[in-house]
């Protein structure tokens, strides 16, 4: 298994251009997140998917569209990229394990995705 | 007031000695406690998880929960320079689905 992959490594975007940041996973994982983490912060949550065709917003999802058509992948979309998006942005995924969701819930992370906006 | 707080450090400790790393959560119905390393550059990883009162131990790590006081620690035995990285503690919210993260304490193990 590959774990949660993610793509591209690297992107460097001018102001007003838009991207779309890609996650899979091969774990048959139901849950799935994007995060990004500012120098020296903790993760933010942008948002978050339950199953395919589910998707909730997070702590910080302004500027930001994702959507969950299958189970294995969970894009991000960049709409007029700004200069505050600068960050890096990791993708996770979990499952609730024995099918109760407050009973347990480990996050697989992806390498990330490190975006820089001029 | 923060929903998971840790000290940004950085923290020292000679090689050898005992690193404890301190967390505090606002959620008092919170169930489930995680702790997690990341080295610079890198992803977090999960080391380790702990959902009752009292300590949870996997080798040199120890988890602490202490729900009363809504305070999670990590200690780490026998610090070795590998443990010199990030650590982030999370805290399972939003019904189960969510887990909220502290902004990590920097460990330096020192030779």
């Known amino acids: 298994n590959a774990g949660v992959t993610q793509t591209p490594k690297f992107r460097i975007l001018k102001i007003g251009q838009s991207m779309t940041l890609q996650c899979t996973q091969d774990?048959?994982?139901?849950?799935m997140y994007w995060y990004r983490q500012d120098p020296g912060m903790g993760l933010k949550l942008i948002y978050y998917?339950?199953?395919?065709?589910?998707?909730d917003k997070g702590e910080v999802p302004n500027g930001y569209n994702v959507s969950r058509s299958t189970t294995e992948d969970f894009p991000l979309r960049l709409e007029l990229a700004a200069p505050s998006q600068t960050s890096v942005y990791f993708c996770?995924?979990?499952?609730?394990?024995?099918?109760?969701?407050?009973?347990?819930?480990?996050?697989?992370f992806g390498p990330g995705t490190r975006l820089t906006v001029l | 007031q923060k929903e998971v707080e840790q000290n940004s450090g950085p923290l020292s400790v000679p090689e050898g000695a005992i690193a404890s790393l301190n967390c505090t959560y606002s959620d008092r119905v919170s169930q489930s406690f995680f702790w997690y390393r990341q080295y610079s550059g890198k992803s977090p990883e999960l080391i380790m998880s702990?959902?009752?009162?009292g300590d949870k131990e996997d080798g040199r790590f120890t988890a602490q929960l202490n729900k009363a006081s809504q305070y999670v620690s990590l200690l780490i035995r026998d610090s070795q320079p590998s443990d010199s990285a990030t650590y982030l503690c999370a805290v399972l919210t939003g019904g189960g689905n969510k887990l909220t993260f502290g902004t990590g304490t920097q460990l330096k193990v020192e030779l």
């Open positions: 702990i959902y009752s009162n």
């Open positions: 774990m048959n994982h139901n849950y």
């Open positions: 998917s339950v199953g395919a065709g589910i998707t």
């Open positions: 996770a995924s979990s499952y609730p394990k024995g099918g109760v969701v407050s009973s347990y819930n480990e996050q697989f």
